[in-house]
């Protein structure tokens, strides 16, 4: 099987504009969640999706959105972009519930 | 919250050496994983090991659920074992698809 796909792998943004990520999970995978990484917090949970569902949801401000269509590719949106902002986006992948969740490589956000 | 604690924060050893990385959770998980961050930061999988002990070729690790504590073994280290070390635990119900991650090991291997 393909593992989880992540697109773009690199964007670099200015302060205030809005950006995409796309996430793509392994074949048959329902559940995606997303997770920040930055040098000072480390890896942060964002939000899981499951059948086009928010299920759970991090303490992020709500700039930070998602979705899921129903092929279960995933979209994480972050509006009016911060310099904290930049970070290491990665989105992970399962296929039931407390089962291994399998990374995609990221994407890396720099914003200026 | 729970709290995830991974002890060393940084380790370095000779290649051939052995080592062992440590994770403590302050309550009860329903999920447990280790990774290794490679250097263009993708996370690869090591173990799902919510309890028991498991082996892969040179690792191989052991959580004890009701201590609240697992530990990663790495023997006859490579450099190519280089990399950042985290760990990941994921409550119940209410939590479902959140790993929590500790701070992480850094480790370097030196030929």
């Known amino acids: 099987k393909a593992g989880v796909t992540q697109t773009p792998r690199y964007l670099i943004k200015t302060r205030g504009q809005q950006v995409t990520l796309s996430c793509s999970p392994i074949?048959?995978?329902?559940?995606v969640s997303w997770y920040q990484q930055t040098p000072g917090q480390g890896l942060q949970f964002l939000f899981e999706?499951?059948?086009?569902?928010?299920?759970n949801k991090g303490n992020f401000p709500g700039r930070f959105s998602g979705r899921q269509f129903s092929n279960s590719r995933s979209e994480m949106n972050v509006s009016t972009l911060e310099l904290g902002d930049s970070a290491l986006y990665l989105c992970?992948?399962?296929?039931?519930?407390?089962?291994?969740?399998?990374f995609g490589p990221g994407t890396r956000l720099l914003v200026l | 919250g729970i709290q995830v604690e991974q002890s060393p924060p940084d380790l370095i050893l000779q290649e051939g050496a052995n080592s062992t990385l440590r994770c403590n959770f302050s309550?009860?998980?329903?999920?447990l994983q280790w990774f290794h961050q490679n250097p263009w930061g993708q996370l690869i999988n090591l173990f799902y090991?919510?309890?028991g002990t498991k082996q892969n070729g040179r690792l191989s690790a052991t959580t004890v659920a009701t201590e609240r504590y697992s530990l990663l073994y790495i023997s006859s280290s490579q450099t190519t074992d280089s990399g950042v070390y985290f760990c990941?635990?994921?409550?119940?119900?209410?939590?479902?698809?959140?790993?929590?991650f500790g701070q992480g090991t850094t480790l370097q291997v030196k030929p």
């Open positions: 074949s048959g995978h329902r559940s």
């Open positions: 309550d009860s998980v329903n999920n």
């Open positions: 090991i919510p309890s």
């Open positions: 992970a992948s399962r296929g039931r519930r407390y089962e291994t969740q399998y």
């Open positions: 990941a635990v994921e409550r119940g119900s209410g939590n479902t698809g959140k790993l929590i």
């Open positions: 999706y499951f059948s086009e569902t928010q299920r």
